[in-house]
């Protein structure tokens, strides 16, 4: 296997660090060799958040990826898929939450949010998989798990299904949310 690099990225508050840390605690589990970095931006919320996970069945050196690197980029947020979307590599895979939320320029008037993001990426992006994920964690009981039904499509986009990931989501998430983030991830899985 060549190795794989996944970005995530979002915004403070999101959930995009519990998810790289579920992702990069199953592929070791599952005998990968990973390395994972984290960038908090203001994360406490409405700042930039971004997880590089690099993993192979060989040895893996950094976890740093570079533009053009990604083979899949996982955008909780649709102004952080623009943002990264230059790291996503010639023929890599994008999933995009079909969510927007303003930052502090664009909430005090001084910006708008730009408009047709989902499209152009869609344009430049083959492989693009773009959907509500707020909207199906609230199905599955909870919004706040939009993350985890994020993680449930990456998981698929990258066919890494052969991991027990519901041992991986109970040893990360309390208790009394393991079942709404379960039917999370089931759901996130079937929007791939």
């Known amino acids: 296997m060549a190795i794989q690099k996944i970005l995530l990225v979002g915004v403070g508050g999101q959930g995009t660090i519990l998810a790289a840390k579920i992702l990069s605690a199953g592929l070791l589990e599952a005998g990968y060799q990973v390395k994972m970095s984290e960038i908090h931006g203001m994360s406490q919320r409405g700042g930039s958040v971004s997880s590089h996970i690099v993993f192979s069945e060989e040895e893996v050196y950094a976890p740093s990826i570079s533009k053009g690197e990604a083979d899949i980029l996982v955008a909780f947020e649709e102004m952080e898929a623009n943002r990264w979307i230059e790291y996503l590599k010639t023929g890599g895979k994008v999933v995009i939450n079909d969510f927007q939320i303003p ?10 949010y730009p408009k047709g993001i989902k499209e152009g990426i869609r344009e430049r992006v083959a492989r693009s998989i773009i959907f509500d994920a707020r909207k199906i964690a609230a199905e599955a009981g909870n919004e706040r798990a939009m993350n985890i039904v994020l993680l449930g ?28 983030n379960l039917k999370a991830f089931q759901k996130g899985m079937e929007m791939v």
């Open 153 to 180: 499509a990456l998981v698929k986009a990258m066919n890494l299904t052969h991991v027990d990931w519901e041992k991986m989501i109970r040893s990360h998430v309390k208790e009394a949310f393991w079942d709404v």
């Open 103 to 112: 930052s502090i320029p664009i909430l005090v008037g001084a910006f708008e």
